[in-house]
């Protein structure tokens, strides 16, 4: 399910995690940047990919901003899609993933496998 089918309102669990992260990985598999979350070319950075997985929108390349300031049951939809972000980036492994990302000789193979490693960590969540 991808962040427009579900409500603000609804609570992600792994599951829906595994698959936000498994989505990212897709993206950055089709276009992958560094030093920006998205480029001109529509490659995304590893935060950026999981941002817009989560539901947040990339309004110019180094700015994050949600598609609209609504409230949905008395909480900033911002609020939300940030929270799942947050979340989502915890399945990592690298501590500080945007700047991993960055760093020179980082390849977009290695961001797809730790992506892919962090789906297999939302995933044995839900199996234990």
Same mark, same amino acid.
């Given at each position: 399910?991808?962040?427009?089918?579900?409500?603000?309102?609804?609570?992600?669990?792994?599951?829906?995690?595994?698959?936000?992260?498994?989505?990212?990985?897709?993206?950055?598999?089709?276009?992958?940047?560094?030093?920006?979350?998205?480029?001109?070319?529509?490659? !995304?950075?590893?935060?950026?990919?999981?941002?817009? &997985?989560?539901? =947040?929108?990339?309004?110019?390349? +180094? $700015? %994050?901003? @949600? /598609?609209?300031?609504?409230? !949905?049951?008395?909480?900033?939809?911002?609020?939300? &899609?940030?929270? =799942?972000?947050?979340?989502?980036? +915890? $399945? %990592?492994? @690298? /501590?500080?993933?945007?700047?991993?990302?960055?760093?020179?000789?980082?390849?977009? &193979?290695?961001?797809?496998?730790?992506?892919?490693?962090?789906?297999?960590?939302?995933?044995?969540?839900?199996?234990?």
């Amino acid at each position: 399910m991808t962040p427009d089918e579900m409500s603000s309102e609804e609570e992600w669990g792994p599951v829906e995690y595994a698959d936000a992260l498994e989505r990212a990985a897709k993206r950055v598999e089709r276009g992958w940047c560094q030093g920006v979350y998205r480029d001109d070319k529509g490659g !995304v950075c590893l935060i950026g990919a999981i941002a817009l &997985e989560c539901g =947040r929108t990339i309004r110019q390349s +180094s $700015y %994050l901003e @949600p /598609d609209g300031w609504r409230t !949905v049951g008395g909480k900033s939809v911002h609020t939300v &899609e940030k929270a =799942r972000q947050e979340k989502a980036l +915890s $399945y %990592l492994s @690298p /501590d500080r993933p945007d700047v991993w990302n960055d760093e020179r000789g980082r390849t977009q &193979e290695e961001v797809v496998e730790v992506l892919r490693h962090a789906v297999s960590r939302a995933r044995d969540v839900v199996t234990s």
